[in-house]
């Protein structure tokens, strides 16, 4: 792999990660998401500190499937 395709991987994950809190953010003021493939609602689970629940945000036919990290940084 050459140094050109690494950086453009990394400015993906990037863009993903923003887009990830772009949803949550979204979700959680009550806004209904769809996904982006089948057109459902998107339900986001957040990650509970007390209790070792995985977040997720994912929609009903699991095309789209997050998994969130137990912290958010910045949230
Ligand atoms: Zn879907």
């Known amino acids: 792999m050459n140094p ?3 950086a453009d991987i990394n400015r993906r994950s990037a863009n993903a990660f923003h887009e990830q809190k772009r949803l949550i953010k979204q979700l959680l003021a009550g806004k ?3 996904c982006r493939h089948c057109g459902q609602a998107l339900q986001a ?3 509970s500190a ?4 995985t977040g997720y ?4 036919k699991g ?6 990290e ?3 940084p910045g949230c």
């Open 4 to 6: 050109e395709n690494f």
């Open 32 to 34: 209904t998401i769809t």
């Open 45 to 47: 689970q957040l990650p």
């Open 50 to 53: 007390h209790s070792d629940t």
């Open 57 to 60: 945000i994912r929609c009903a």
């Open 63 to 68: 095309c789209t499937d997050i998994e969130l």
């Open 70 to 72: 137990a912290s958010l």
